[in-house]
C-alpha cells in the first residue's frame, strides 16, 4: 500500500468516526492523539483531506468515500498534488483550471442545492451560485491593524518573507495558517478579525463621552474596534460566560484598553435591568448568538451536520435577546444588530423585528458579503431609537 493510499484510509478513518457533535478540528486533536505514529506531514494531509471533503456538502454522497477525496482535492486546490499525480493523472494535469473546466474533466454538473442544502434559507441577496462555490476555497486570515501600525506591521511581514495583500482602510490578508505570533511579536499593533467583521464598525458613529454596551461581547473583537474609533468611551462589555470574559479581559489587556466596565449578565432574563451598572446607553452592539452560517467556510463540516431546525431556535433567541436590551437604548441612540450568518430568518426577520415590535427605525439592513473575497459573510441592521 502506498502512502497516499495510507492517507486515504486515515481520512476515511476519521470521515467514519465523526459525528458532528464537536467542531472536526477538536476532533481531529483527539484523533491524532490516540495513533502517535503519525507524524506533523501525515497529520497536516490527513486534516486537508477531511476539511476538503465537506466543502463538498452532501453533494455527490453516492460515490465511494476515497473517490470523493480525491475529487474534492482536484476541485479544491489550485496546485499540484502529489497525491492525484500517483492516482488520478487525468486530474492533476488539470489543476490550474476554472471550476466549470474541472467539473467537465471530472464529467459532473455543479449541484449548488446540494453542497449547500438550506438555500431556500437565505438572504435574498445573498449570490447562491457565488456562495456555493465560495466553500471549495478556505477563507484568508485578516488582521486588523490597531492605530497607526499598519506600516510597522507590513514592513515586519516583508522581513518575514510573508505573502500578504492590504485590503480596505486597515486590513491586511494572509494565507490561512500563518503563525502571526511567530513574525508579528506586538500584540497590542493589530487585532485578528474578519475582513467583513472589520467593516461592521464603519457602522458605529461614537462620540466622546457616550455610554456604550456591547451586550454580547464574547471575547471583545467589535468592543475594541468601537474602542479604536473612539477612545473617550464609556463602554460596558457583558456575557453571559464568565470564561469567556476572562479571555476578553486578557485581550484588552494587550490592546491597552484599561477603561471600561464588565459584567456577567443574562439577556434572556425578564430581569436584565437589575444587573446593569448603567441603564441608559447612547449605543448598542448586539452580536447575537447565531448559526454562524456565514462562516461554514472555516468549518465546512457544518455544511454536512447542520440540522435546519436551529434556525428557528438561534431566530427566537435573537428576537427574545433583542426586545430585551432594547429598552436601554436612550432617546436617539443606536442599536447595532449584527450576525455571522447567511440565513433570512436570522437576518432580515429579526430586521422587520425590531422595527415592528421594539419600535426602532431602520437606518440601513444588508449582508456583509465574504463568499466572493475569501472572507466571512455577515449580516448588519443599524437601528435607531426616536428622540
Known sequence: ???????????????????????????????????????????????????????????????????????????????????????????????????????????????????????????????TAQFSRSFLQQPRLFLRARPGRKKA??????????????????????????????????????????????????????????????????????????????????????????????????????AGIRDYASKVVDLTSPHVGGQLPHTRFNGIILDAPCTGSGTWGRSPENLYFFDKARIAEYAALQKKIAGNVVPFLAPGGTLIYITCSVFREENEDAAAYIQQECGLRIVESTVVEGYNRYADSMFVTVARKES
Not at 495513533?35 to 497529520?43: I, T
Not at 475594541?224 to 476578553?248: C, E, K, Y
Request: net charge neutral; charged share 25%; proline share 5%.
Open 153 to 254: 506591521l507590513i514592513k515586519q511581514l516583508e522581513q518575514a518573507g510573508v505573502t500578504y495583500a492590504t485590503v480596505g482602510t486597515d486590513g491586511i490578508a494572509l494565507p490561512n495558517g500563518t503563525k502571526t505570533e511567530a513574525i508579528l511579536p506586538e500584540k497590542g499593533w493589530y487585532e485578528i478579525q474578519d475582513l467583513s467583521s472589520q467593516e461592521t464598525g464603519q457602522r458605529f458613529h461614537p462620540k466622546a463621552k457616550e455610554y456604550w454596551w456591547d451586550c454580547c461581547a464574547a471575547s471583545g473583537g467589535k468592543s475594541i474596534l468601537l474602542h479604536d474609533i473612539q477612545p473617550d468611551l464609556r463602554l460596558l462589555v457583558t456575557d453571559v460566560r464568565a470564561s469567556i470574559l476572562d479571555n476578553l479581559r486578557k485581550r484588552f489587556t494587550e
Open 1 to 127: 500500500m502506498t502512502r497516499w493510499e495510507n492517507y486515504l484510509r486515515s481520512a476515511t478513518a476519521v470521515l467514519e468516526a465523526y459525528d458532528g457533535s464537536v467542531p472536526l478540528h477538536h476532533f481531529l486533536k483527539s484523533f491524532f492523539k490516540s495513533r502517535p505514529q503519525m507524524g506533523s506531514r501525515d497529520r497536516k494531509l490527513v486534516t486537508q483531506l477531511v476539511y476538503r471533503y465537506y466543502r463538498l456538502g452532501r453533494w455527490q454522497l453516492d460515490m465511494p468515500v476515497e473517490d470523493r477525496l480525491l475529487l474534492a482535492t482536484f476541485l479544491c486546490e489550485t496546485s499540484p498534488e502529489p497525491m492525484l499525480e500517483a492516482l488520478r493523472p487525468a486530474f492533476s494535469s488539470h489543476m490550474a483550471a476554472s471550476l466549470d473546466e474541472k467539473l467537465a474533466v471530472a464529467g459532473l454538473t455543479w449541484d449548488a442545492g446540494a453542497v449547500f442544502p438550506f438555500l431556500q434559507q437565505l438572504s435574498p441577496s445573498v449570490n
